[in-house]
Nanobody, 117 residues
Framework: QVQPVESGGGLVQPGGSLRLSCQVSGSFFAFTTMAWYRQAPGKQRELVGTSTTGLLPNYADSVKGRFTISRDNAENTLYLQMNSLKPEDTAVYYC???????????WGQGTQVTVSS
């Protein structure tokens, strides 16, 4: 299987915004629940939110009202719009299929988001 490819991270000041993208190979994308995860230094990877075609996305309480997940099924791409960023949002962000998340070889490289003044 081919790992997802995340992009769009960077350094941003508190209160700023970033838009992350995740490209996934495979014709299954439109029919599959996708998720964004993040892993901060010294912490376990945590779920940020999920997206299923035809349903509203779900979000972790820590990002509700600030982050928005969307998807383009024609382009096999998942997005994460992050607004009102806080220093505690600093992490490496990944996307993956929740059904594959237990497999260490299913993860991509992620994209680093650093929120700092």
């Amino acid at each position: 299987q081919v790992q997802p490819v995340e992009s769009g991270g960077g350094l941003v000041q508190p209160g700023g915004s970033l838009r992350l993208s995740c490209q996934v190979s495979g014709s299954f994308f439109a029919f599959t629940t996708m998720a964004w995860y993040r892993q901060a230094p010294g912490k376990q990877r945590e779920l940020v939110g999920t997206s299923t075609t035809g349903l509203l996305p779900n979000y972790a309480d820590s990002v509700k009202g600030r982050f928005t997940i969307s998807r383009d099924n024609a382009e096999n791409t998942l997005y994460l719009q992050m607004n009102s960023l806080k220093p505690e949002d600093t992490a490496v962000y990944y996307c993956n299929l929740p059904t594959r998340a237990t497999r260490s070889d299913s993860w991509g490289q992620g994209t680093q988001v650093t929120v700092s003044s």
